[in-house]
């Protein structure tokens, strides 16, 4: 069975970085599309950015391109976001999926993802 571990979350002020990394075990992640989602208090889960099955395609949210960047390094089976000038409003619970949609592409689409970890949160002050 797939298990997903992020880490890399914390606290840090308004204009810092952090990087998510997402760790899997169970399965190559290969033959899998990833994506991040986040889910602030009080509101649902969002897309955040996703990247294709080859690694070739991305995919993310308007509110963070240019900011944030999705990567993969298959060798370590591992995705990461890397997340510059974060904004107050990027506080969230922070969450990878792993997942097969049509043709391996990055989906935004959340029930395009069969495996979910955690979630790591992450605190960005003003």
């Known amino acids: 069975q797939v298990q997903l571990v992020e880490s890399g979350g914390g606290l840090v002020q308004a204009g810092g970085s952090l990087t998510l990394s997402c760790a899997a075990s169970?399965?190559?992640?290969?033959?899998?599309?990833m994506g991040w989602f986040r889910q602030a208090p009080g509101k649902e889960r969002e897309f955040v950015a996703a990247?294709?099955?080859?690694?070739?395609?991305?995919y993310s949210l308007d509110s963070v391109k240019g900011r944030f960047t999705i990567s993969r390094d298959n060798a370590k089976n591992t995705v990461y976001l890397q997340m510059n000038s974060l904004k107050p409003e990027d506080t969230a619970v922070y969450y990878c999926?792993?997942?097969?949609?049509?043709?391996?592409?990055?989906?935004?689409?959340?029930?395009?993802?069969?495996?979910w970890g955690q979630g790591t949160q992450v605190t960005v002050s003003s």
């Open positions: 990247i294709s099955r080859s690694g070739s395609n991305t």
């Open positions: 169970g399965r190559t992640l290969s033959n899998d599309a």
């Open positions: 999926a792993a997942g097969r949609p049509p043709r391996g592409s990055a989906s935004y689409i959340p029930i395009q993802y069969d495996a």
